[in-house]
């Protein structure tokens, strides 16, 4: 490859918004060496995580280039929000089928959007010819011993989501330009194409629930498989009230079945899913009243696995729980 | 994919050799939640560093994948010895078309021997069904402002090279079949495939150079490319005398102008490159009866670019200068 082709890809990624998308001190050296150099604050754990995403597994063949950019990072930074963990910096491996001047400008301005809203720097990576791919690995940073893993839920514990469940399967829907419920108005087109190209990693809820959650993860393979995720880390059983999951008005406008397969089994909701103890009850209230969407949807208990209850009492699950990728060895 | 051959990939890559590899309190928080937690010790940053591996790009299509294996997480580890820094943990982003047991077997046996070699451990990544990516993320430490960087070379400093330079070259000749030289003999050969498909990351030297160094990397797109690197960050001019180059004795079979080639533009050789202030030359031979293979190859001087010498004078070098893939964020 010709050396202007280097300078032009550089050109898109070496930029302010993505280097200093962050006030932050914590980039002692950003790109431009044989790695970066972070220095984590006083007192802090760094907390790490990888994802790849290749078109056709993790998002549809046709898409927008800059909500590529956008999604890639959103959904790399909710594993830091599933953490409690507050973002520092990121890493780009992307394979390109070839330089393509519109994309790369597009992509990179969605993922520059994202840094931004996600205050997150960009401090190294690559860029190699080969088929669509991409790594991102985050970092972030939390106190030591606050990290909010997911292995803590105890019996007698409440289990609450921090927002609505099954938009991102209906967004994908949507995106994929399937039949769509005539009761959905554009606005509610809108809002859930929003909620799969722009999800919003619940970083600020994952900082208060520091300390407090016994549990926690993000919801990503769906809700079931996710509770199960729990579930086993934690050695308890968890019970979920299928009536009192959160559904947004937009997904209302589906059949009530297909609401429900979506809230169970959809996954890319990246919402938080958590274990509180009884007594942080009083939490929910103050964190609702501060816009967090909190909704208690079931109880921790001794035993395994997860129960679901459709309004005949709780059973246990069989069968296939959610959306599974090949496997994560974060998960 | 079916629950079981999530089951079969975890077993592949959830082992003692890669999870504790190294005996590194640096942990907190392995495989298995939303993110791995690290925990610096006191006083050090963190340093970072991402690479992508692809067939036909990084390494030949047709290879070992347990050599695959160990040359992925080498090559990886190798920018930490460029930055003077200690292995602490790295994650696998693994895109793989199907699931092969006797491939995923192999590879993961190379990762996890490469992983006690550097004392690295394994602390999280995914795997996705895709054409075959290797993404690496490497992290390990240095005290404070001991990273050895690009930028500190300064006039009069020594030019100096950790070990031979076009063996990577040269060993990619030997894997790949190609005509060899009548006077290579079949030791030579093995050294030559060794040396491309388990280089050795220079750590040990990296750690003698932290504060010693002005200015160092790792030679991987080749040595008048990374002297580039050089001489640009630092804002000087590098003379490179080539009678000084060290070859091995299986390069040395070659033709002199086919060993030349390779050790100005081979790549891939994983030695440091390193500048040193002229009153650090005692420290030299010290460094040399510890092992450590160094040689003075040049010097640096005020101006810029990269000037060789191949007998006739110091000259600036027009045309292409090494190896260049894609483009690598981290150059």
Redesign the interface.
């Known amino acids: 490859?010709a050396?202007d082709?280097?300078a032009l890809?550089?050109r898109y990624?070496?930029t302010a918004q993505l280097e200093r998308a962050a006030d932050s001190a914590a980039v002692?050296?950003g790109?431009?060496?044989?790695?970066?150099?972070?220095?984590?604050g006083a007192g802090q754990?760094?907390?790490?995580?990888?994802?790849?995403l290749?078109a056709g597994?993790?998002f549809p063949e046709q898409y927008p280039p800059a909500e590529l950019g956008y999604r890639a990072l959103a959904v790399a930074v909710s594993?830091?929000a599933?953490?409690a963990?507050t973002p520092l910096?990121f890493?780009?491996?992307l394979?390109?089928p070839q330089v393509d001047e519109p994309w790369l400008q597009a992509f990179s301005r969605g993922l520059a959007v994202a840094a931004r809203d996600f205050s997150i720097n960009?401090?190294?990576?690559?860029?190699?010819?080969?088929?669509l791919?991409l790594?991102v690995?985050?970092?972030?940073q939390?106190a030591?011993g606050q990290?909010m893993?997911?292995?803590g839920a105890r019996g007698s514990d409440l289990l609450c989501v921090g927002g609505p469940l099954g938009d991102g399967a209906a967004g994908l829907a949507v995106v994929q330009g399937s039949d769509l419920p005539p009761g959905l108005s554009l606005a509610g087109q809108d809002y859930l194409q929003q909620r799969f190209w722009r999800p919003q990693p619940q970083l600020a809820l994952g900082q208060l629930l520091r300390g407090v959650a016994t549990a926690g993860?993000?919801v990503s393979d769906g809700l079931l498989a996710d509770a199960e995720h729990i579930a086993q880390?934690s050695g308890v059983a968890l019970h979920i009230d299928a009536a009192r999951l959160p559904c947004s008005e937009a997904l209302g406008s589906w059949p009530e079945l297909q609401q429900l397969e979506w809230m169970l089994r959809g996954g890319d909701d990246y919402v938080l899913l958590f274990t509180l103890p009884a007594a942080a009850k009083p939490h929910i209230s103050q964190w609702r009243a501060a816009g967090h969407a909190i909704t208690i949807i079931g109880s921790v208990h001794a035993g395994s696995g997860v129960l679901l209850d459709v309004g005949k009492g709780y059973a246990p699950l069989t069968g296939e729980r959610g959306y599974?990728?090949?496997?994560?060895?974060?998960?």
């Open positions: 490859m050396l082709e280097f890809i550089g990624f070496r002692a050296l790109i431009g060496d044989d790695a970066a150099v972070l220095q984590p754990q760094l907390v790490i995580s990888t994802d790849s290749l597994v993790h594993d830091l599933a953490m963990a910096a890493t780009l491996a394979s390109l960009l401090i190294g990576g690559d860029t190699t010819r080969g088929p791919n790594g690995t985050v970092l972030g939390v030591r990290a893993r997911r292995d993860l993000d880390a599974q990728h090949f496997r994560s060895l974060d998960d």
